[in-house]
Nanobody
Framework: QGQLVESGGGLVQAGGSLRLSCAASGISVSISTMAWHRQAPGKQRELVALTAGGGVTHYADSVKGRFTISRDNKNTVYLQMNSLKPEDTAVYYC?????????WGQGTQVTVSS
């Protein structure tokens, strides 16, 4: 049974940085498409960043140049978030697509104060 556990969320002032981590168990990060999504109150969940095989990455226009997704050899995926804005406030979810199965973490809250 695959599991994803996010950490690293919190409260930060506008302009600050946070690094989110997503630790995977029962899921091989190296062969999965990994992504971060977020959901703000009253809004739909949206894709923030994605990393697929061959080093392919994709970012939402709203975070390009500020956020970076990466993975390491310890089965963990990261989202480095710089120059944070109040509109980045949301619950951030880790997502893995492996062998046609979709996995989600429980989410971590990110709050950016102005």
């Amino acid at each position: 049974q695959g599991q994803l556990v996010e950490s690293g969320g919190g409260l930060v002032q506008a302009g600050g940085s946070l690094r989110l981590s997503c630790a995977a168990s029962g899921i091989s990060v190296s062969i999965s498409t990994m992504a971060w999504h977020r959901q703000a109150p009253g809004k739909q969940r949206e894709l923030v960043a994605l990393t697929a095989g061959g080093g392919v990455t994709h970012y939402a226009d709203s975070v390009k140049g500020r956020f970076t997704i990466s993975r390491d050899n310890k089965n963990t995926v990261y989202l480095q978030m710089n120059s944070l804005k109040p509109e980045d406030t949301a619950v951030y979810y880790c997502n893995a697509l492996m062998l046609n199965r979709n996995y989600w973490g429980q989410g971590t809250q990110v709050t950016v104060s102005s």
